[in-house]
């Protein structure tokens, strides 16, 4: 299980690096791609179906705070 969540996790950030454009958080389209890639990744780990909603905001959250602090 911990090989599994560390292989989410590295998988998440990919996915997050490589659909983080400039101004991806202001543009809605890029947002939507970035959510598509998250939950795909979430499904094929095998996450709960019911908590996936919540880890998806999280993840965004987590990218968009990233990303400031990456633009300072």
């Known amino acids: 299980m911990?090989?599994?969540?560390?292989?989410?996790?590295?998988?998440?950030?990919?996915?997050?690096?490589?659909?983080?454009f400039i101004d991806w958080t202001i543009r809605d389209s890029v947002k939507s791609k970035m959510r598509v890639a998250v939950k795909r990744l979430l499904k094929k780990y095998g996450y709960p179906p019911d908590m996936a909603l919540l880890a998806?905001?999280?993840?965004?959250?987590?990218?968009?705070?990233?990303?400031?602090?990456?633009?300072?």
Do not use: C, G, H
């Not at 090989?3 to 996790?9: P, Q, V």
């Not at 998806?56 to 300072?72: F, H, K, N, P, T």
């Open 2 to 20: 911990l090989l599994t969540s560390l292989a989410l996790s590295i998988a998440l950030v990919e996915a997050v690096r490589k659909n983080a």
């Open 56 to 72: 998806i905001d999280r993840v965004l959250d987590q990218a968009e705070i990233l990303a400031e602090d990456i633009q300072s």
